[in-house]
């Protein structure tokens, strides 16, 4: 079992750039497929990005390709989401998931508590 904290959201501006991390409890983080998830007020869960256990492969909503950077460090046991030029629309509580599998749906097994980003225009 992992456990999961996210950290970096706050208030920007659109324009901005804003980088959250995640860090995970345990000694077999670099077993875990990560990813990121957001959830705007009103909305369904939506994929975000996701990177692979050795953190070679990496993998993007289509919404967020070329402005969002997905990276983990297994030595520290986190994995972090830069995110550049946001716009309002991204706005949402931003969670971290970890699974065993490679996923890029919102079913991972673990998830932590998430982190509140909000784009001003």
């Known amino acids: 079992q992992v456990q999961l904290v996210e950290s970096g959201g706050g208030l920007v501006q659109a324009g901005d750039s804003l980088k959250l991390s995640c860090a995970a409890s345990?000694?077999?983080?670099?077993?875990?497929?990560m990813g990121w998830f957001r959830q705007a007020p009103g909305k369904e869960r939506e994929f975000v990005a996701a990177i692979s256990w050795s953190g070679s492969r990496t993998y993007y909503a289509e919404s967020v390709k070329g402005r969002f950077t997905i990276s983990r460090d297994n030595a520290k046991n986190t994995v972090s989401l830069q995110m550049n030029s946001l716009k309002p629309e991204d706005t949402a509580v931003y969670c971290c998931a970890a699974d065993y599998t490679m996923k890029l749906t919102t079913t991972y097994d673990y998830w932590g508590q998430g982190t509140q980003v909000t784009v001003s225009s």
């Open positions: 345990g000694r077999t983080f670099s077993r875990y497929f």
